[in-house]
């Protein structure tokens, strides 16, 4: 599934092709994706695209009428074409613009969603109980360690908790817990403030260096110039299971937290 750096990467590429351009037309090929593609959606056709911006892992293409949410799902992704390029299998919208170029969106699995809401984001079901971004400054050892109070469930799926903070896939809560040397399965409410400060300076890190080498490299994942992320390389958990520790050479452990495949290392991850 693409996860903060892979949809904020495709909001990098697309918006410079979509800000202050005029919508001609949106085609609908295939409206059954997560949740049926609602008939509202048109509303943006005839509208000047303001801006592009990311929240969570939705995009949101502003205008004057109203806003476009757009989630890629587990395998959806982005392409600016010419209006004229052939459509391909598991082409399902195409938002056309005047310039005679599309914004075209490709998902196999068909999970990803695209809606339409006339009022701020902020009250948007989807977007209203979000925590903060992981790069904000309102994401910090102090709001962390206030989320986690009393919280007895394992640190990982803490992080990966999208009211505590959001975009922390599991890609990113392998690396970063490894990075600050806490135990995937250790008690969130356990953790004192230092290591959670050590914490909150790895997942704002390892978020960044991945959206400025391009998103991470997934099977299902291309970004708006259809080249793939590299950040995969830089992985030293995330599905390293059974391999060395690329710190301590120890052989790395690989758990299910969540139904999520957890990778650890358990002489470094001793906290």
């Known amino acids: 599934m693409p996860e903060l750096p892979e949809v904020e990467v495709t909001k990098q590429g697309v918006s410079p092709h979509l800000v202050d351009q005029t919508v001609r037309d949106l085609v609908i090929r295939n409206a059954s994706l997560r949740w049926p593609v609602p008939d509202i959606c048109k509303n943006i056709i ?26 890629l799902g587990m395998s959806g992704s ?21 310039n005679g170029r599309v914004l075209r969106y490709n998902d196999p699995r068909r999970f990803g969603a695209w809606l339409w809401y006339e009022l701020p984001e902020d009250g948007h079901p989807l977007l209203s109980k979000l925590g903060p971004e992981p790069l904000s400054d309102g994401f910090n050892p102090q709001h962390l360690q206030q989320a ?3 919280k007895k469930k394992a640190i990982k799926l803490c992080l990966m ?25 250790a008690a969130a409410g356990n953790i004192d403030i230092d290591r959670l400060t050590i914490l909150v300076a790895e997942v704002k890190q390892i978020l960044a260096q991945a959206i400025k080498q391009g998103g991470t490299t997934l099977k299902d994942f291309t970004n708006a110039d259809g080249k793939p992320g590299y950040f995969a390389q830089k992985l030293h958990v995330y599905g390293r299971g059974g391999e060395t520790c690329t710190a301590c050479g120890n052989l790395l452990s690989e758990i299910k937290l969540g139904q999520r495949t957890t990778v650890f290392c358990g002489v470094c991850q001793s906290h």
Not at 166 to 183: D, M, S
């Open 148 to 150: 986690l109070t009393n």
């Open 161 to 185: 908790d999208n009211h505590i903070v959001v975009g922390v896939g599991n890609i990113y809560a392998n690396e970063a817990l490894f990075a600050a040397g806490i135990h995937p399965q």
């Open 46 to 71: 005839g509208q000047t695209i303001k801006q592009v911006r990311r929240r969570a892992k939705y995009l949101l293409i502003d205008t004057d009428a109203g806003i476009t949410i757009v989630h």
């Open 78 to 98: 982005l392409r600016i074409l010419p209006a004229n390029t052939p459509v391909e299998k598991h082409d399902h919208i195409d938002l056309v613009l005047e």
